[in-house]
């Protein structure tokens, strides 16, 4: 039987985490035990830095646990947040795949940990195994989807829709995240994120118990982003 994840990476076990890893999960036996060789295991606290903007990028990071945010400083210093990861993801792969310096900064926003795979070596024996190569192609294909989230949640929906489609998608992200993170993303000032979520909770599609959010009407939620 498979452990989760969550528990694997509490006893540090890369064997069995990396068994239990979407993007390995064709490997045979023996390649796991050389992928094993290459890998590493790294906890981080909130607000330690996995890579700076301009970083060579060394290796291939999948986020095991935690949240990371992945943001930019403009000229001016002001951080400007492109998105957050949650767990299971590869983080800025595009980096490794095109030998090109990490284009923006990674910081944990709650405590976490990090595969680190050693990617010269991941390169030259693993990358020509299609289904990786797949599923490596799905990460980039779901990143892209991010960016057109940025696109219409910025352009086309207004403050409830966004916050409506943020809340639908990906609740336990919401919950995790302070509001003043949230409304940063959404582009909204924290004021209006508040005014939203108390809409929310007055008609009955958002409730807090013991200090979390529970959306309790998906489908009514769901129709203010849709509609």
Known sequence: MKLKVESVVDSYNISELLENVFLFKALSEQQLKELEKISKLKS?????VLFYEGDEPKYLNLLIKGV???YKTDARGKEVTITYLCPISLVAE????THFPYPANAEFETNGAVLQIEYDQFE?????NP??????VQSLLAKIKVIENAFSENFILDATSRVAKFLYEDEELFNQLKHTKIASLLNLTPET??????KFKNIGILEKKNNKYIVKNREKLKEYFTS
């Open 131 to 136: 289904e990786i190569c797949f599923s490596i």
């Open 68 to 70: 990371i945010r992945i």
């Open 44 to 48: 981080f606290k909130a607000g330690e």
């Open 124 to 128: 030259a024996k693993f990358l020509k």
């Open 94 to 97: 595009v980096a490794n795949l």
């Open 193 to 198: 994120l508040s005014r939203v979520i108390r």
